[in-house]
């Protein structure tokens, strides 16, 4: 569906200047880095974000699976966006998203991040319509199909027609003991990207990544880089939708059962929960796991019924016992030393399946099929297991597998129902249902239930839940949104889990509970944002007290997290002030604080940004996490632990339309130890220093 009649443009991106916060910071707000998934995880997951914000949606042309796309994005608001594009045709201004209520403050400031709305030329007034109506802002269509061709600058996700190239480099100013003896390569981490968008349908690029310690036209990697990432997207043409060829990512339904695009942890997965999609992106991300390599296609078979299909073959990394079963696959994507080299592309998998979506006025429907092997077994458990290692005996087993779903839902003004039912190997089985009301304009109410068996097993699968996995967990969450004024919005859930086979630290059946409350004020050129985070979980008992090692008893695992900011806009120079707080308490209490402050300064073709954060903790467990601003398509999350001082400086400047420079140097200094990190990762002293570098040329 497309959700307006195309017209004729000229691009200009319109910028958000009352806007104070860069779209990263944004994000950052929407996620709590401490969640399991882990910080390549989390870095995979901001590419591909970054990926959306440089492919800006074009709203002159824009489908309901370009929304979608974008995770911060309700079922609701999406489906108000295509209507109120589709009734009242094209916006004149970005400001008309005020005019769509379910979009809040907040969602709409970060929405003007990812979409573009060209300059119109001229338009031509349907004469049939009401004069001073709303609707008389619609251009005939006779005019938009007669200039949609002169289009200078619609890129295929509505970005600038033309490519470019991306240089990255990192230059550490410490040596570590891998460098020294241990590692095949040199200290220094870069990544080369080239895009090209050749019209408003076609787009291709490629990626080549190379790690800290990796051999560059050495060893096993003859041609360059450790990893490279080639694709090509078509889009929008005769009945095809969508087609990717090489390197891609895709999501299908609610996730049970494919989920390579979005996973953004709970919290911000609570915008977009609920959302039945068809997503396949190209992977244009330097990490070198959790894609799929061949070919995906989204063809429209009617007005209300569309059908994917898709196929992949790839090697991947993975320790194996012997040369006959596979033992773990392995997702880091590093291959610094002999050994990482040796499980380098030393297994194949195989994955293909079909989706047919159908959508109706409000109602949606899909049915989703899978099949994924390997060329060899996957055997991650060796008999016998010991008690802390339970959870390992529902790890899938064997050289094939297969999944097969359902999904459904209702997308109204107020109510919006969604769900997914899924069947795995063996017959495990995995449910998620979703609610969302609106009782009056300003309130959201939402409850999420979800019911993944043990035995279920889906190894491309991730969606909503407390464990990483979407395997052994129950549980019932419920939560509201309430824009209580322009300036206020306030955000509240409580969330129950039950895991009913053994889980990692945990060897028996565990419950957990994860309480949020979240405020977010602006009134004028001041910002305040607050959260408070309450989670307990039950994990072993590993004192002397506790039982023998095969019968572990479990004691509970209290987490406190708190974040207060502020913030002030005074035109080219923006401040903001940080305080984060943590409390955990399992057998022993552990606290930890840090306050930074940021200093954000624009001139013209200039931009430079200072942060400097002061941490103290106790030890690992009241870690600590904050936002600094990076380069494109660089990021990192590191967490803050113990005692130091870190200090971050960034410069970028725009020579001209073409070429751009950027630069960070990062320097973290520890005041209680004399080394940083271990084996081959240890630095000898206490201070580490990076310098970040990037040049861009447009063509």
Request: glycine share 8%; proline share 3%.
């Amino acid at each position: 569906m497309t959700c307006l009649s195309t017209t004729a443009w000229g691009q200009s991106a319109e910028p958000d200047h009352r806007n104070s916060l860069d779209w990263q910071q944004q994000v950052e707000q929407l996620v709590d880095f401490d969640e399991e998934e882990g910080g390549d995880a989390w870095e995979q997951q901001m590419e591909l974000l970054a990926d959306l914000h440089e492919q800006k949606i074009n709203l002159a042309t824009a489908t309901r699976e370009d929304l979608e796309q974008l995770p911060f994005l309700t079922a609701e608001q999406v489906e108000q966006i295509c209507e109120y594009l589709y009734r009242y045709g094209p916006m004149q201004s970005l400001a008309e998203l005020a005019m769509i209520e379910s979009l809040d403050n907040r969602t709409r400031q970060l929405l003007r991040e990812f979409v573009t709305l060209p300059t119109p030329r001229t338009p031509t007034l349907n004469p049939s319509r009401r004069e001073g109506s709303r609707d008389t802002l619609s251009i005939s269509h006779s005019s938009a199909k007669a200039n949609h061709t002169h289009l200078p600058s619609e890129g295929v996700g509505g970005g600038y027609l033309g490519g470019g190239f991306l240089f990255t480099a990192r230059v550490p100013f410490y040596e570590r003991r891998g460098d020294q003896n241990g590692y095949l390569g040199y200290p220094y981490r870069h990544t080369l990207r080239y895009t090209m968008n050749l019209n408003s349908h076609l787009r291709f690029g490629l990626v080549g990544a190379q790690d800290s310690g990796e051999p560059f036209f050495a060893n096993r990697n003859s041609l360059g880089y450790d990893h490279y990432s080639l694709y090509a997207q078509l889009r929008r043409v005769g009945r095809l939708k969508n087609l990717v060829v090489g390197h891609y990512r895709l999501r299908l339904g609610l996730g049970l059962v494919m989920n390579g695009s979005m996973n953004l942890g709970k919290r911000a997965m609570l915008d977009g929960v609920g959302r039945s999609m068809t997503v396949i992106t190209p992977h244009s991300s330097r990490m070198s796991a959790n894609y799929l390599q061949g070919a995906a296609a989204t063809v429209s078979l009617s007005r209300d019924l569309s059908l994917t299909a898709f196929a992949s073959y790839r090697k991947i990394d993975a320790t194996l016992h012997g040369d006959t079963t596979i033992n773990t696959l392995l997702t880091t994507g590093y291959h610094r030393t002999p050994s990482e080299m040796e499980r380098k592309n030393n297994a194949a998998e195989w994955l293909a399946g079909t989706r047919l979506a159908w959508r109706y006025d409000r109602w949606h429907a899909g049915l989703t099929a899978v099949a994924n092997g390997f060329d060899m077994p996957l055997q991650p458990t060796v008999q016998p297991i010991s008690a802390s290692q339970r959870y390992r005996e529902i790890y899938p087993e064997g050289k094939t597998f297969g999944n097969v779903s359902a999904d459904y839902g209702y997308e109204g003004r107020r109510l919006t129902l969604s769900g997914e039912t899924a069947v795995g190997k063996g017959g495990g089985l995995a449910t998620l249902n979703t609610l969302s009301y609106r009782p009056v304009p300003r309130l959201r109410l939402m409850a999420v239930q979800r019911f993944y068996s043990y035995h279920y097993q889906a190894l491309h699968a991730a969606s909503f839940g407390e464990g990483s996995r979407v395997q052994n967990e129950s549980g019932i969450l419920v939560g509201a949104s309430w824009q209580a004024s322009r300036q206020l919005q306030l955000l509240a859930y409580t969330d129950y889990a039950y895991f009913p086979w053994a889980r990692y630290q945990a060897s028996q059946s565990s419950h957990a509970t994860d309480h949020l409350l979240e405020m977010q004020w602006q009134h004028r050129q001041w910002r305040f944002f607050a959260r408070y985070r309450l989670r307990t979980i039950e994990e072993n008992d590993h004192s002397s007290s506790a039982t023998s090692e095969n019968a572990t008893s479990l004691i509970t695992h209290t987490q406190h997290r708190l974040r207060l900011s502020a913030g002030y806009d005074f035109g080219r120079l923006t401040t903001r002030t940080q305080l984060d707080a943590a409390l955990s308490h399992k057998q022993e209490s552990s606290r930890g604080w840090m306050l930074g402050q940021t200093i954000d300064y624009r001139l013209r073709r200039l931009i430079l940004s200072t942060h400097l954060a002061y941490f103290h903790t106790d030890d690992y467990d009241s870690r600590l996490y904050a936002y600094e601003r990076n380069l494109r398509y660089a990021f990192s999350f590191p967490a803050y632990f113990d005692h130091g001082l870190h200090g971050a400086l960034y410069a970028s400047y725009t020579v001209n339309r073409h070429l751009s420079f950027a630069a960070k140097l990062t320097t973290t200094h520890y005041f209680d130890r004399s080394t940083i990190g271990t084996g081959l990762q240890q630095i000898d002293g206490s201070t580490q220093t990076d310098l970040d570098l990037q040049l861009s040329w447009k063509l």
